[in-house]
């Protein structure tokens, strides 16, 4: 069989020797070409892999901060809204001392009788920090 084999590639002329190479070298090089495409394409899968997982660590880097700086501005507004509120009790508890001293006053000066001193008047004024009109006499 071998023998064969060889008396038949003896009688090949030169070219179709060529050819033959030509076919051996083309299929060398589509054999080669799809196993380097291959390793390429496993090279740049492999990096986008890994750009897919620094970015997708960033991400979740990112949301912890942000879920962070939520519960943050969440304790930060309650305790806004306590401030308020005590706020607000305070401001409604001197409204109702207010109101008691006005009522106080109001009760007081009822029964004063009415003053004939003005200059009396005037300088219990400007103690108090009221600048004294002047009214013409008569």
């Keep these: 069989m071998i023998q064969k084999l060889l008396t038949f590639a ?5 070219w179709a020797w060529v050819l033959v190479g030509l076919a051996v070298l083309y299929l060398f090089n589509m054999a080669s070409g799809s196993i ?10 492999d990096q986008i892999v890994q750009e897919d997982k620094a970015i997708q ?16 501005l969440i304790q930060e507004n309650t305790r806004i809204k306590q401030q308020l509120a005590a706020a607000q009790e305070e ?17 007081v000066a009822s029964n004063l009788p009415p003053s004939t001193d003005l200059d009396g008047l005037a ?16």
């Design 91 to 107: 401001k409604r508890v001197l409204l109702g001392r207010l109101h008691e001293i006005e009522t106080q006053l109001n009760a």
């Design 57 to 72: 660590e960033e991400l979740e880097k990112e949301v912890t901060r942000l879920d962070q700086r939520e519960k943050e």
């Design 36 to 45: 380097y495409t291959r390793k390429l394409w496993n090279m740049i899968h």
């Design 123 to 138: 300088e219990r004024f400007k103690k108090r920090g009221y600048s004294p009109v002047v009214l013409p006499r008569k």
């Design 10 to 14: 003896k009688g090949l002329p030169w």
